[in-house]
């Protein structure tokens, strides 16, 4: 079990954001936890300092390619990205210092996903170099993954056949409960036990940490194998309910790798 920082990016600004209200039409709707006054770059270079491999950099909208990679340039190899990446520019994100690029919604697209698209940049790239991030909300009984910046519902649920089939494809998935995201108000446990018993890839969940007993949980729930990122709950996120250098210390890349070695 890992900590995997984070660098989100909303218009060249690092900002913790609830989730749910993110969208390209409706900006007066936005909700905003945080926002930095230091640069991407700073919390770049304390991931390095801290050896923090693996946590990943968010562009939420357009904006944010220059931030994107001046963090990448202080870290190179260390950060994944994400947001707008396709096949025509995931290659640039790696010269750039990318580790592995992200990818949502150029896979999952008008509704479902395109295999011909994540056939065509596995092969470009790698599955090694690719991260799927399977975002998802609960509709029913399912959850479903979720895409355009977590407002559009694809048909695709997060299932062990599915799963077992995409693991074909990347190296990781990145999956953030979007309903709970940025609320600081507990986690989607359904969804940590859920994945705690499918151990063929590394999975990183993110989404409504609020202290040390959501951590806890995500362990137990996740049979310890489980990888976590926290954003508004984290001190250096102006949060107050986990402090930054006690989750480095205690769950960093040397100290716990679980499946993931």
Not at 59 to 84: D, E, I, K
Not at 142 to 162: G, I
Not at 224 to 232: A, L
Request: aromatic share 8%; charged share 20%; proline share 2%.
């Amino acid at each position: 079990m890992r900590f995997r920082p984070c660098i989100d990016l909303h218009d060249g600004v690092v900002k913790q954001i609830v989730g749910a209200t993110l969208s390209d039409t409706q900006a007066d709707g936005l909700e905003t936890n945080f926002q930095a006054k230091k640069p991407a770059t700073w919390f770049a270079d304390r991931y390095r300092r801290d050896n923090l491999t693996g946590g990943h950099v968010i562009q939420l909208g357009r904006g944010n390619t220059a931030a994107a990679r001046s963090a990448l340039s202080r870290w190179p190899g260390g950060m994944q990205v994400g947001g707008g990446i396709t096949a025509d520019n995931a290659e640039q994100w790696l010269d750039a210092g990318a580790s592995h690029v992200i990818v949502t919604s150029w896979v999952f697209h008008d509704g479902c996903i395109h295999m011909a698209r994540l056939e065509q940049l596995t092969r470009k790239i790698g599955k090694e170099r690719l991260v799927l991030d399977l975002s998802c909300r609960k509709r029913g009984d399912s959850y479903l993954v979720v895409t355009d910046r977590w407002q559009t519902f694809t048909t695709e649920a997060v299932t062990y056949p599915f799963l077992d089939h995409l693991s074909g494809y990347c190296d990781e998935f990145l999956i953030h409960a979007v309903d709970v995201e940025g609320r600081c108000a507990g986690i989607e446990a359904d969804l940590v036990a859920y994945l705690g018993r499918w151990d063929r890839l590394p999975v990183t969940y993110a989404g409504g940490i609020s202290g040390q007993h959501d951590i806890d949980l995500i362990e137990s729930l996740g049979n310890g194998s489980i990888d976590f990122t926290v954003g508004s709950a984290l001190d250096i996120f102006g949060g107050t309910g986990l402090r930054y250098a006690d989750l480095a210390r205690r769950y960093g890349s040397v100290q716990s790798m679980g499946r993931n070695a």
